[in-house]
């Protein structure tokens, strides 16, 4: 943790008081120089840090911008110790991490960028990822499974994120098989999970699960693309202080709790009672044409059992289903 993170949770942990740059350069074994650099240098990332002679520093406000040493430190509260990192622009958070697997990165850990200049969703799809609206993150993980069992991480990370929005914003959150997170009837977020298998163990190497959150609606709305589709978790102006770090830590808390006793389904119930489609008429899409079906449930694999017209059952793996029939193609 870097001098200027230290700093800002000090701070943080003490607001409404005020400490001495004396106090904290004690504190933390720095010298008092290197304690108004790093104020300095917060309050340039926008922290509303007050300075007065005789008492010293108090943080007022803070803004809406990542900290890894935050999240830690929220995580550090639920007994859960993972190494969090914080990037301003990527290409892509999961990218990022498969570079970090190819230079020989062996633990688990978190990336999370404040913009994604080439995000990517299911099916060679882009993720719209804005500057600072929304939380884009992946995480790195080792689990001792099957690539088959692999798969419903998925699965575990939507209920993790359903969960995590609802506490945060205090609204209803649903999904849509397979990973989409839905409010208001619309997206709000996606979930990318991609890893490597040993073939002679049969087992995952490692497994990258990637998930964008759209937390405000950017400046001038989505493309007209996504605007029947896309929306946001907060659709007015709200204090927006720490949101994005908070709702980061409820989501990895979340899942981390699921995790631990992975490949154990217990958030499998929630995901079936949060997921609206069971019992509603779809189009299940395919290459050649979109078919009509009847949701009956899902399966504890969470495959998606449907009925066709002519009364055929099947369980459906993988693939596309949309509520929508006129946007049947990009839903």
């Not at 340039?44 to 010293?56: P, S, T």
């Not at 995000?119 to 993980?141: C, D, V, W």
């Amino acid at each position: 943790m870097t001098i200027k993170e230290q700093v800002l949770l000090l701070l943080e942990n003490e607001r409404g008081n005020f400490l001495s740059g004396q106090e904290i350069a004690q504190q933390l074994s720095v010298t008092r120089a290197s304690v108004w650099k790093a104020v300095k240098s917060l309050q340039k990332e926008g922290y509303a840090i007050e300075a007065v002679n005789n008492k010293g520093y108090t943080l007022e406000k803070a803004p809406d911008v990542l900290s890894a040493a935050y999240i830690e430190q929220k995580l550090g509260k639920e007994n859960i110790s993972l190494n969090v990192k914080v990037e301003k622009v990527v290409d892509s958070t999961n990218n990022v991490l498969k570079q970090y697997v190819a230079n020989g990165e062996k633990g688990d850990m978190v990336l999370l960028a404040e913009e994604q200049s080439a995000g990517r969703g299911r099916r060679g799809r882009t993720f719209f990822s804005p500057e600072g609206t929304g939380l884009y993150m992946s995480l790195l993980l080792h689990p001792d499974t099957t690539p088959e069992e692999g798969t419903m991480l998925t699965t575990l990370t939507a209920v993790a994120a359903a969960k995590a929005i609802e506490k945060v914003s205090g609204e209803i959150v649903q999904i849509k098989w397979v990973n989409d997170v839905w409010m208001r009837g619309k997206k709000v977020a996606g979930i990318l999970t991609e890893g490597s298998a040993s073939m002679e163990e049969g087992k995952l190497e490692y497994a990258i699960v990637g998930i964008g959150i759209n937390i405000y609606e950017p400046q001038g709305g989505f493309p007209a693309e996504l605007k029947n589709i896309a929306g946001a978790v907060f659709e007015n102006d709200i204090s927006r202080e720490n949101l994005r770090n908070r709702m980061a830590a409820e989501f990895i808390t979340n899942f981390m709790k699921y995790y631990q006793s992975f490949p154990a389904r217990d958030y499998l119930e929630e995901y079936r009672q949060r997921c609206f489609v069971i019992g509603q008429r779809v189009q299940v899409i395919t290459p050649a044409q979109n078919i009509q079906a009847l949701v009956l449930g899902i399966d504890e694999a969470c495959h998606l059992k449907v009925q066709y017209e002519d009364g055929t059952v099947e369980f459906l793996s993988s693939g596309e289903i949309s509520i929508r029939p006129e946007t049947a193609s990009t839903t």
